[in-house]
């Protein structure tokens, strides 16, 4: 079956420029995350969806970053105007339950995102 | 692949022998724990979750043990093969704001010598 699916796999951008990370969640998950993995650390928490709605967005750094699940399934997470502090690995995650439920959740590859 | 975790703290052990690598978690409110496998250029890969109310949980090869009283995690793999060096994270569940969050330790990086 498939897996958390996320593109594209690199991007590399100017500063100032836009971006727009795609993931597409494993069918029929509720939940839906976004981390950000600096290298030599673990993933930071940034933002989940339950079915279309954002929930929570308390971990995203600023204003120029926004995220959407407007159907309830794929979601894009928007950079704006990136800075060279916003090159990380972006993972998405999903998982079968919604809120408080203890199940894991499953990450897709990630977006490998370079500001120049 | 850019490596995960070039500076992280590292377990070197011999082809065939038990690994244990451990985890201190911060929240006591954390009530669900799950052990990631991190390979190179890959997502964090599921291995194992344990819940608060359990002390021991085994899966093929690995155990996780929770030690609530110091906020302690580890898991233990049984026969260590290659294909498990990798970067192995733990991760805490805690309820925040409208559902929940996985904050993450700062992973162990496991080498296999054949």
């Known amino acids: 079956g498939a897996g958390v699916s996320q593109s594209p796999r690199y991007k590399v951008a100017k500063r100032g420029q836009d971006v727009a990370l795609r993931c597409d969640p494993i069918?029929?998950?509720?939940?839906l995350f976004w981390y950000q993995q600096a290298l030599g650390q673990g993933p930071e928490f940034l933002t989940y969806?339950?079915?279309?709605?954002?929930?929570?967005k308390s971990g995203l750094p600023s204003d120029r970053f926004f995220a959407e699940r407007p159907e309830g399934s794929v979601s894009t997470l928007k950079i704006q105007r990136t800075q060279q502090e916003d090159s990380a690995v972006y993972l998405c995650?999903?998982?079968?339950?919604?809120?408080?439920?203890?199940?894991?959740?499953?990450f897709g590859d990630g977006t490998r995102l370079s500001i120049l | 692949g850019e490596s995960v975790g070039l500076h992280l703290p590292t377990l070197s052990v011999q082809e065939g022998d038990n690994s244990i690598i451990n985890c201190a978690y911060s929240n006591s409110a954390s009530d669900y724990f799950i052990w990631y496998k991190q390979e190179s250029g890959k997502g964090p890969q599921f291995i194992i979750d344990i819940r608060s109310n359990m002390d021991k949980r085994q899966g093929q090869r690995v155990t996780v043990l929770l030690n609530k009283t110091v906020k302690h995690l580890s898991l233990q793999i049984a026969a260590t093969q290659p294909g498990d060096s990798a970067v192995y994270f733990c991760a805490e569940n805690t309820p925040h704001n409208a559902g929940n969050m996985l904050t993450f330790g700062g992973g162990t990086r496991l080498m296999v010598k054949p």
């Open positions: 995650a999903s998982s079968s339950q919604g809120s408080y439920s203890n199940q894991p959740q499953h």
């Open positions: 969806f339950q079915n279309e709605a954002q929930l929570d």
């Open positions: 069918s029929g998950h509720v939940s």
